[in-house]
């Protein structure tokens, strides 16, 4: 079966702009869950998502944010970038709620963000 | 903010060398996972240890549990090239009623034929 599709794969985008990211399940997997990868922090969770609704949210500023479709699939907008917004940004999707914690979890390959 | 500390931070070894990857913390977790993540690709399930002291093996790679569920350690025998990676360790908590992961800086190692 496909696995968990991001799009896009690459990004570059300007200080003060916003972006979208999308992310696509597995067929089945109800929860998504967002994380930010950087060299520096390594890799922070950022919000989870299950039945369209919020259910976790890491320790990131509100311009981070996303919703959930009826179809499972996944955004994440993040607002008035800046240059330390630059980093991995990975989503995984799992068949129960819980980021990691009660299923096994599939990542997707990521979008890599370059603010500039 | 829960930390998890993962050692060492870089491992250069030669194929067939034997190596230990090490992720403490101070806070307790329900449960831990290891993950193993190539260049250009998301993270990949290892394992997932939930009892304090327990043991798994997985082929050449053995994880470990500590008894007080504070940290953990993934050994590797025979190292093949094939291993070469980056090794995350994730620690699961429950907060606010839902379960949060706390991941570990990672540690990266090559493995030279």
């Known amino acids: 079966k496909a696995g968990v599709t991001q799009t896009p794969r690459y990004l570059i985008k300007t200080r003060g702009q916003q972006v979208t990211l999308s992310c696509s399940p597995i067929?089945?997997?109800?929860?998504v869950s967002w994380y930010q990868q950087t060299p520096g922090q390594g890799l922070q969770f950022l919000f989870e998502?299950?039945?369209?609704?919020?259910?976790n949210k890491g320790n990131f500023p509100g311009r981070f944010s996303g919703r959930q479709f009826s179809n499972s699939r996944s955004e994440m907008n993040v607002s008035t970038l800046e240059l330390g917004d630059s980093a991995l940004y990975l989503c995984a999707s799992s068949l129960g709620q819980g980021a990691l914690g009660n299923t096994e979890a599939f990542f997707g390959q990521g979008t890599r963000l370059t603010v500039v | 903010t829960q930390l998890l500390e993962q050692s060492p931070q870089f491992l250069s070894i030669q194929e067939g060398e034997n190596l230990t990857v090490y992720c403490n913390s101070s806070s307790v977790f329900s449960s831990l996972q290891w993950y193993r993540q190539e260049p250009g690709e998301g993270p990949v399930l290892l394992v997932t240890v939930v009892t304090g002291g327990e043991v798994k093996k997985l082929k050449r790679l053995t994880f470990q549990f500590g008894d007080a569920r504070k940290d953990s350690s993934l050994h590797i025998t025979a190292a093949q090239t094939g291993d070469t990676g980056l090794y995350l360790c994730a620690g699961i908590a429950l907060s606010g009623g839902s379960y949060i992961p706390t991941f570990g800086r990672g540690t990266s190692l090559i493995v030279h034929p």
């Open positions: 067929s089945g997997h109800r929860s």
């Open positions: 998502y299950f039945s369209e609704t919020q259910r």
